[in-house]
């Protein structure tokens, strides 16, 4: 595993996040509302909402409430309205975490977002003290054995790709964000099969975690993600593939 995007590779070979499906389509749900809210319901217009739909559909929402947050989103229909708000802090051996929170409630998501990270070996940083570690970027994983390096090379650089990285195991495709869905529409066009894509912060280097470090640092992150108020957590912790077969 490559440590550019860690904590999001660890929940897609974890699985942790998906056998919590009610918690994702709450999140979703937040996540389409705003981006409706800020950017119009028109999915063709509006490219945050699309990302957000399509991860919708990819958990197998339905369609009705997706509807129902779209519209709640442009007012069509009544609904909650969420702050957004980034926190920033540190975990297990120093790792820098950022939390990305979207809430109705400013002060209970700072108290349970602290607590959380006291009570798992972390603490609350103050504002721009990690967020400069990490930059926003489209993000494309994909296992080497079932790609073709030179179709994928030729695809997502001539569709506007930043970088090709490379393991063993995988390749990463990295993009501008505002080119993200072009080079996502070239790979499936291409008929590339990809294991995950997304616009994420990526760090600009790692924090390698062993043992016990490591371990509450995979709690930590986990217990972030169950908070209601929290949408996306990221890390530069970089914890081994064997660390994380025992953890799992």
């Known amino acids: 595993m490559s440590g550019h995007n860690k904590w999001s590779t660890i929940k897609h070979k974890k699985g942790a996040a998906d056998a919590r499906r009610g918690k994702i389509f709450t999140k979703l749900i937040k996540e389409i509302t705003v981006a409706a809210r800020m950017g119009g319901g028109d999915i063709g217009a509006n490219p945050r909402l699309r990302s957000a739909v399509l991860a919708a559909k990819s958990e197998n929402m339905p369609k009705d409430n997706i509807d129902r947050a779209i519209k709640k989103g442009t007012g069509e229909l009544e609904g909650v309205s969420y702050e957004e ?4 802090g540190y975990g297990p051996g120093g790792a ?80 501008e964000p505002e080119n993200f869905e072009t080079v996502k529409q070239a790979i499936e066009k291409a008929g590339i099969a990809y294991e995950m894509a997304e616009v994420t912060r990526l760090p600009q280097n790692t924090t390698v975690l062993q043992g016990k470090e490591a371990e509450q640092m995979i709690r930590l992150m986990e217990n ?25």
């Open 96 to 175: 820098a975490i950022l939390v990305e929170s979207l809430t109705d409630n400013r002060n209970r998501a700072v108290a349970e977002i602290r607590h959380i990270l006291n009570k798992g070996g972390g603490n609350m940083g103050s504002n721009g003290c990690v967020a400069w570690m990490f930059d926003l970027k489209g993000y494309i994983s994909l296992d080497r054995k079932k790609v073709d390096e030179d179709l994928l090379m030729e695809t997502v650089l001539d569709a506007g790709a930043e970088d090709v990285r490379e393991d063993a195991d995988e390749f990463e495709v990295i993009t």
């Open 224 to 248: 972030l993600e169950d908070c209601d108020d929290v949408q996306k957590v990221y890390t530069n912790a970089d914890i081994a593939d064997e660390a994380m077969q025992n953890i799992a």
């Open 85 to 88: 708000v980034l926190y920033e």
